[in-house]
């Protein structure tokens, strides 16, 4: 099992920044990659980013030069920086990381960002 812990989030103006955090902790050595989805009411949960085991990065179109996935491996933590957000990023965020070879997918608790127009 993998237990996924998320911080960061909020309210945030637009054109402003947030920075969401997650840590990882039990039997990580088995996970290929680790990033965010969103989802806003009424609308399906949407994958944001990832950064897999090699250090290559995955971005939906829409956050492309604004949002950064970065991870610190000594921690066990992937952030994302969220820079230049819009209204249209409002959403739940939830942490996400992934064992390709069991098809294995943990989720974190999800946090609440909101971007105000």
């Known amino acids: 099992q993998v237990q996924l812990v998320e911080s960061g989030g909020g309210l945030v103006q637009a054109g402003g920044s947030l920075r969401r955090s997650c840590v990882a902790s039990?039997?990580?050595?088995?996970?290929?990659?680790m990033g965010w989805y969103r989802q806003a009411p009424g609308k399906q949960r949407e994958s944001v980013a990832f950064?897999?085991?090699?250090?290559?990065?995955n971005y939906r179109d829409s956050v492309k030069g604004r949002f950064t996935i970065s991870r610190d491996n000594a921690k066990n933590r992937v952030y994302l920086q969220m820079n230049s957000l819009k209204p249209e990023d409002t959403a739940i965020y939830y942490c996400?990381?992934?064992?390709?070879?069991?098809?294995?997918?943990?989720w974190g608790q999800g946090i609440q960002v909101t971007v105000s127009p």
């Open positions: 950064i897999i085991s090699s250090g290559n990065t």
């Open positions: 996400n990381a992934r064992n390709d070879g069991l098809r294995l997918n943990y």
């Open positions: 039990g039997s990580i050595f088995n996970i290929n990659a």
